[in-house]
Nanobody, 126 residues
Framework: QAQVAESGGRLVQAGDSLRISCEVS????????TGWFRQAPGKEREVVAA????????YYQDSVLGRFTVSRDKARNTVNLQMNDLKPEDTARYYC???????????????????WGQGTQVTVSS
């Protein structure tokens, strides 16, 4: 059974940087696409960033483009989300999602993903 676990969320100030991580285990293959989603209170879950298994193709939501970067540490089976110049509107619970895929495509729809973590809270104070 695959397991996905996020970590690293905390309270930061506007303008700060923060890296949150997603540890993946139990998959039958190392070829998986990863999506980072977030959900703020009273709002729908939205995609923040997504990458294909080879990290060749990627997607970033317009509001985070140039500030957030997804990277993959294959040796540790971890996918990181580096967030720079954080803004109060980035406050949300961040979720990592994984889909086993031989293709290099990314996926932006929550329904495309097979495994989800419990999320990690990121709070940005003004």
């Amino acid at each position: 059974q695959a397991q996905v676990a996020e970590s690293g969320g905390r309270l930061v100030q506007a303008g700060d940087s923060l890296r949150i991580s997603c540890e993946v285990s139990g998959l039958t293959s190392s070829r998986y696409a990863t999506g980072w989603f977030r959900q703020a209170p009273g709002k729908e879950r939205e995609v923040v960033a997504a990458v294909g298994w080879g990290s060749v193709s990627s997607y970033y939501q317009d509001s985070v483009l140039g500030r957030f970067t997804v990277s993959r540490d294959k040796a540790r089976n971890t996918v990181n989300l580096q967030m720079n110049d954080l803004k109060p509107e980035d406050t949300a619970r961040y979720y990592c999602a994984v889909k086993e895929s031989l293709l290099g495509s990314y996926y932006t729809s929550p329904g495309a993903y097979e495994y989800w973590g419990q999320g990690t809270q990121v709070t940005v104070s003004s």
